[in-house]
């Protein structure tokens, strides 16, 4: 694999940035912003019931450069960000297929033809900005989604990014509009990007065509409203409907967080023929066509330093949730998508607790966080009615003096028990965090 090392690459990229300031003059340069943060992640999975896979631990070094120009002086401010990303592998397991099988390459890192990990893989993207007012334009690689219909995964060593263009406008007070266009990701171990697709679709079943628009408005000083539509081309149309409120409460304040979603077959996937050739959704009885609706509902009550949470999500329809997957690591927006599964399948009910402790008061910078989701009624065959639960434990801490302040140490457990046909797993990541703000 062809190698290109992080500074050479960040170094080609921002060299024309002084003469571009110069000839377009403003605060191209005076506002712009440049951090690098690193990213230290061990991760082990135990794959109990997965003789192939028994075992996944691997270590990398991760390096994240991003700049973010400010804009040119005039009616339409012009502006340029730049992501350059690197990792590197520390440790991983030997190649696969190898007949010691013992350990494995997980995810972390792409793979060499051999089946090994590789040492290093690095990228950097491009995206032009301009701004009227209050509205902005994103164009380019390198964006990063953080929406209800297109959530970008960051989990492991480096982040997944999407290639398109995103339009965000906030024009009228208290109510924020967007509209956008992706057509390639590129995961969070890829050099590359690639075309867009779902859970269960053919890997050669790629279209380069999401479209969305929606916004949110704030209704009063205690309640946020969304509403997006979202098109992924020969899969399927998407309706979101959000609310989170805010009530004070005794002394604490309880937040509501509901949201819907209808999702229904588009294009290729509305026809036999079109779901023959590989533009399928998971599902039972659904003959690979998308038909889900997820409806959930989350309350958190918050006290000093305290945080309960309990809320309920509800699968209907013959189709697993809809959304950008890969297979490559991706995120949805669910109130149950955790550190291994997402309890996103057909017909199936998950009932979720949590609880966070922040130690401000005793020990500054340390948090705890505890979360137990139990699904049930999906079915991997007609008719079965299985189960499945997930535990997350979280400890998070953050230096704050000293030679190493600002170093953010988090370590994060997961157990995994299911009847579907993935392993049972047990999954610990330990990560390292620091950020160097350059500019």
């Known amino acids: ?6 500074a050479s690459a960040v170094a080609a990229g921002l060299l024309s940035l002084p003469t571009l300031s110069v000839a377009q003059g403003g605060g191209f340069v005076e506002d712009a912003k440049a951090n690098l943060s690193l990213r230290n992640l061990y991760f082990d999975g ?5 003789p192939n896979s028994p075992s996944d631990r691997e270590w990398g070094q991760g390096f994240m450069l991003k700049f973010n120009s400010g804009y040119t002086q005039g009616p339409v401010g012009l502006g340029l ?5 690197s990792g590197i592998r520390l440790d991983s397991g030997s190649r696969r297929g190898k007949a010691d099988t013992s350990r494995q390459p997980g995810t972390m890192f792409p793979l060499e033809n051999d089946g090994s990990a ?8 491009f995206a032009a900005k301009a701004k009227i007012s209050n509205t902005e334009l994103k164009a380019g690689r390198g964006l990063e989604p953080n929406l209800p219909i297109a959530v970008r995964n960051d989990g492991r060593l480096l982040p997944q990014t999407y290639s398109g263009a995103m339009l965000t406008s906030n024009e009228i007070d208290n109510l924020t509009l967007r509209i956008g266009h992706l057509d390639e990701s590129s995961g969070r171990a890829a050099t590359s990007h690639e075309g867009l697709r779902i859970g269960g679709s053919n890997v050669n079943a790629d279209v380069n065509k999401f479209q969305y628009l929606g916004g949110d408005a ?3 000083e205690n309640l946020v409203a969304s509403y997006y539509f979202a098109q992924l081309k020969d899969y399927y149309n998407q309706h979101f409907l959000g609310a989170v409120h805010t009530l004070d409460l005794g002394a604490g304040q309880l937040i509501t967080d509901l949201r819907y979603f209808d999702s229904d077959s588009h294009g290729a996937n509305s026809s036999a023929t079109g779901r023959a050739n590989g533009y399928t959704a998971r ?3 659904n003959n690979g066509e998308v038909d889900n609706r997820a409806m959930s509902a989350m309350f958190t009550y918050k006290l000093s330093n305290h945080a309960l949470g309990l809320g309920y999500q509800k699968m209907s329809g013959d189709s697993d949730f809809a959304f950008l997957d890969n297979g490559g690591g991706s995120t949805a927006y669910l109130i149950t998508d955790s550190q291994i599964n997402k309890f996103e399948r057909a017909g199936e009910k998950t009932w979720v607790g949590e609880y966070s402790y922040n130690f401000a008061d005793y020990v500054p910078g340390l948090s705890f966080g505890a979360k137990y989701l139990r699904g049930s009624d999906f079915d991997v065959a007609p008719g079965n009615g299985d189960k499945e639960w997930e535990r997350n434990l979280r400890l998070d801490y953050t230096v704050q003096q000293g030679f190493l302040k600002d170093l953010g140490v988090s370590l994060r457990h997961a157990s995994l028990r299911t009847d579907a046909a993935q392993a049972d797993q047990d999954q610990l990541r330990v990560y390292l ?3 160097f703000v350059l500019l």
Not at 1 to 6: A, E, G, N, P, Q
Not at 81 to 85: L, T
Request: charged share 30%.
């Open 118 to 125: 590789v040492e290093e893989f690095s990228q950097i993207d």
């Open 46 to 50: 135990d794959y109990k019931n997965s």
């Open 1 to 6: 694999m062809k190698r290109t090392l992080i």
């Open 433 to 435: 965090t620091y950020n």
């Open 218 to 220: 704030k209704l009063g």
């Open 283 to 285: 599902g039972v009885n």
């Open 81 to 85: 960000d730049v992501f350059a990303r």
